[in-house]
């Protein structure tokens, strides 16, 4: 199945600690987007991907860093700089080779939620 | 600032109603609108719109946008309970140069009642 993999489910940080969620895609999709979701808002940015080796800050990437090392992947470290980390945390990817009013549709993962013991 | 408003927060129906969720938007550079239902979990796509008044429309639910008055609905005819979710409004804008993004509303719950 085609998908997109984030793990784990539950996440519990105690203070001081990084943690890193997962995110894997086997969509073969370009970009890959970190989200951060709290009970209120719309969901946030945090991080984007375009390509591999290269990524960019969101609107609120304090506190986290990501990599992109390959392709399917596109972890994210929730620092303990981040002071408010409880949240739920959604990974999408999408494809920016479709065609032009299909390649920016952002497909999504299950989700993390990240609670702080 | 970009903004997207989604209303009503929260509704309940019963089954076999019909609905229709708003979803307004303020910004610059305004590529496309996106609606996702989002259970619990993972939000899933439904429609990507781009030109006013072409409705869009998937069994029960359908969609149009109106890019005069920067609006769009999403309209559920014969509600069941298997339409309860929170239903997520996306517009995607030009960001940083060549990338878009996506800036989300807060969403709608809705709940159907058996």
């Known amino acids: 199945d085609g998908g997109i993999t984030q793990s784990p489910k539950y996440l519990f940080r105690k203070e001081g600690q990084n943690v890193t969620l997962s995110c894997e895609q086997n969509?073969?999709?370009?970009?890959m987007y970190w989200y951060r979701q709290d009970p209120g808002q719309g969901l946030r940015l945090i991080y984007y991907?375009?390509?591999?080796?290269?990524?960019q800050k969101g609107d609120i990437a304090e506190g986290y860093s990501v990599s992109r090392e390959k392709k399917e992947s596109f972890p994210l470290t929730v620092t303990s700089a981040q002071k408010n980390p409880t949240a739920f945390y959604l990974c999408?990817?999408?494809?920016?080779?479709?065609?032009?009013?299909?390649?920016?549709?952002?497909?999504f993962g299950a989700g993390t939620r990240l609670s702080v013991l | 600032e970009d903004k997207v408003v989604q209303s009503p927060l929260s509704l309940v129906v019963h089954e076999g109603d019909t609905v229709t969720l708003n979803c307004s938007y303020e910004?610059?550079?305004?590529?496309?609108l996106l609606w996702y239902k989002q259970e619990k979990k993972a939000p899933t796509f439904l429609f990507m719109l781009?030109?006013?008044?072409i409705e869009k429309k998937s069994g029960r639910l359908s969609s149009i946008l109106d890019k005069k008055e920067l609006f769009s609905i999403l309209n559920i005819t014969a509600t069941q309970t298997g339409d309860s979710a929170v239903y997520l409004c996306?517009?995607?804008?030009?960001?940083?140069?060549?990338?878009?993004?996506?800036?989300f509303g807060t969403g709608t719950l809705l709940a159907v009642q058996p």
């Open positions: 999408a990817s999408s494809s920016l080779t479709q065609g032009s009013l299909a390649k920016n549709i952002q497909y």
């Open positions: 969509l073969n999709h370009d970009a």
């Open positions: 991907s375009q390509i591999v080796n290269d990524f």
């Open positions: 910004v610059t550079n305004f590529r496309s």
């Open positions: 781009t030109s006013s008044g």
């Open positions: 996306a517009v995607e804008v030009l960001y940083g140069g060549a990338t878009n993004k996506l800036i």
